[in-house]
């Protein structure tokens, strides 16, 4: 086995879960992620002030559109009800958003930026749309797992493709990922659009793709199916949560995953191919990616309008949830679920647009992602923050020594 | 390839000349097929282009390895231009190819990537990524037409729109210069952010209605001199005043950063900031005013969109420019007449786009594909790689 590695700090460590969690808590723990959403959700609060709407009570609307307060046992009859439909749009969309997490996350752990997944998660549901709709008359089952497999595999080859450019000719993965979302963009939009090779059958003037059939859409298992349950699609993401976190930490992959990740030049001196990686890692990526897509198409969308490809802002909310979820596999689904919620709170279907507009609020969603971003890059402002406010702390109960307190 | 070679080298060809004939005998190739030559058979052109992979590849060998492979590209790219516009009807043709309107759409088209590109070349000589163009140049947009809107005057618009591009250049360099955050994380962020608060006050401000249309727009400039000149007069005798100050801005760029003590400054902070420190520059402040006015050129091309080209706001409509900019400094070799170049490439490519629907509807909206899958071809360094400033991407720390 190899020597255990702080996946946040990047230096060995001593294996006892006591040391394990000081070592996690040095680096921040869970207190920086939890202190950098809060204050993205305090500036958000304020660019709500300003603009003269009442922050607190937008904040509430929100939180009641994302139907967590199901989980509160006080909450009863009618509330209970509307809570549980909320709820089960909050999770249909934290689905996908734990997928893009991972892909942006695994890459991010390679050393690399995945901004593709965007057009990763749109080719995705471009396969699985033209899978999903032809091919008529195949067991359920089976052309279910074929879609999959078709979305799955675009992805990874979008993906890939950036990795390749990576590893021969060098080129930055950042700029041609972003290239690849707008040319996935174009192609779906071009497939789809009047006239287009994909265009459905029945009806000439519009631009949307054939429906899948029946048999693939995926079972509901909460909800009415007809009203937009939630399907399955949930499980196979914490699924794919724990197999990315199998892949990381338990393989040989992932080993040399993490490696190239830490120091290219100290993996490649100790005899593995970075190039290899590169475009090893770009491929699981897009695969997340793509599954997202696929997911997305047999749920709950059934079909593609080319409208549909170009709102889509899934994939790029990967990398907040990814860096807000310090590209761990816990942390992924935690913060999916928190952009999840913030997605389906602020939708035009869940968010009371008396007391806050709708399209105000998606783009609140979008300036919160940004903050959380922002935050994140620069970890030291968090931290920095933290240490000064346990300093305070610190003197005011006339302080032990600051090693002690370490030890401890 | 070696007879070419001695060819050129008895016709006392170096292979500088080598690599400039390739480029141009390619872009022949394409040329006479198309109005007003029309040639209607592909074999002239395929001969061109097969002369310019040649001398391509005879000038690579000859040690202009950048060029030569562009040759070779503009060969390649040529002929099979030309094999498409043989197989094309006239018609169709000569409604695509009107040079001089395609001039003037390419120049439209290259202005803001122009403002970007110049912007980039600013913080990344002073050693800092900017993937924060989009969004600078987001917010430029916006708080132009708001600007020209709230105060009726397009010039305190594209103040205002320059201001809102600085003042998210300053907030990216705070970030990445004083609380040394990655670069290219932080450069996102700005991006959803911009995206964010634009959208924001958009709707906040205008909600469904949109602009208003009355805004005050930069003004264009008539030259009445060359107005009816036959090709000039159409291709640049009106043109937005904006589109002039870009072009303007490519020699007083270049000016400053070869031939002034600040522009020597700024780049050996980009290159060697421990040795700039040492002789008493200071590094930290070089960069900071750097990378705002990066916003501020960043802003200004946004400015250009919305008070300019489009006259009007819509969210996102700055649609990758800002990455695309991103990529001219790359192709330019972070050059400011290397990014004039690459601009013009890429306005060009995006006037023919627009002028596609002649032929195919649905593949028209393919076509808007095209800028970049350029861009990829470009950062994959088909054309040859060229070296980043060397300290880009390092935050500095004073010892």
Known sequence: MSEPVDQLEGTPVAQTPASRLAAYMRGGGVTVPL???????????????VTGHDPIATYKAIFEGTGFQWLFPWVTGVDRETAALNLQQTLILTTPLILVGLAVAFAFRAGLFNIGGQGQYIVGSIAAVWVGSSF???????????????????????????????????????????????????????????????????????????DVVESVHLPVFWGDPVLQGLHIGLFVALAAVGIFWLILNRSTTGY????????PEAARYGGMSVAKNYVLVMAICGLFAGLAGALDVLGWQFRLATNDIQISQVGFLGIAVALLGRNTAVGTIAAALLFGGLLSGTSQRNLDPTIFEPELASNLTTIIQGLVVLFVSADVLVLGMLRRGRGLFRRRRSAPPAELEAEA | MSTATAAARRAGLSAKQLGWAGVLLGAIAWYITLPPLLVRTALPSVVLALVAVAAGVASARGGEIRLGRGAVLAGVAGGIG???????????????????????????????LLFGALGGIMSER???????????????????????????????????????????????????????????????????????????????????????GEVPSVPDV??????????????????????????????????YLYRTPGGLRLRSVGEKPRAADSVGIPVLRTRYLAVTASGCLAGLGGVYLSLALVHSFNQGMTAGRGFIALAVVIFGAWRPYGALAGACLFGFSSAVAQRLPAFSESLAVLFQALPYVL????????????????????????E
């Open chain 1, 35 to 49: 202190l950098t959403a809060l204050l993205a959700f305090l500036l958000g609060g304020l660019v709500v002030l």
């Open chain 1, 136 to 210: 008529a008359g195949m067991p359920g089952f089976l052309h279910i797992v074929l879609a999959v497999v078709a979305a799955c595999l675009a992805g990874a080859a979008w993906a890939g493709l950036a990795g390749f450019l990576k590893a021969t000719v060098g080129a930055n993965e950042v700029i041609s990922t972003i290239m690849l979302n707008y040319i996935a963009l174009w192609l779906g939009v071009y497939l789809f659009s009047l006239g287009g090779p994909l265009q459905n059958d029945r009806d000439a003037s519009l631009p949307v793709s054939n």
């Open chain 1, 256 to 263: 040399e995953v993490r490696a190239v990740g830490l120091n």
């Open chain 2, 82 to 112: 030309a094999i498409v516009a043989t197989k094309s009807g006239e018609a169709n043709l000569e409604k695509v190819f009107v040079w001089s309107a395609l001039f003037a759409a390419m120049l439209r088209f290259a202005t803001p």
């Open chain 2, 126 to 212: 002073s050693g800092v990524i900017n993937v924060g163009l989009e969004g600078m140049m987001l917010m430029g947009a916006f708080f132009g037409i708001f600007g020209a809107d709230v105060f009726g005057s397009w010039f305190v618009g594209v103040l205002v729109g320059i201001a809102a591009g600085g003042v998210l250049g300053f907030v990216h360099a705070v970030f990445s210069i004083a609380l040394r955050a990655d670069q290219v994380v932080s450069g996102v962020a700005i991006n959803f952010l911009a995206a964010g608060i634009t959208g924001y006050v958009f709707i906040a401000h205008y909600g469904d209605q949109g602009t208003p």
């Open chain 2, 222 to 255: 008539k030259l009445p001199l060359i107005e009816d000149v036959a090709f000039i007069g159409d291709a640049i005798g009106e043109m937005s005043l904006l589109t002039w100050m870009a072009l303007l801005l490519v020699p007083v760029i270049a000016v």
């Open chain 2, 375 to 398: 861009v990829l071809i470009v950062v994959a360094g088909l054309i040859g790689r060229s070296r980043p400033p060397a300290a880009i991407g390092v935050p500095y720390v004073k």
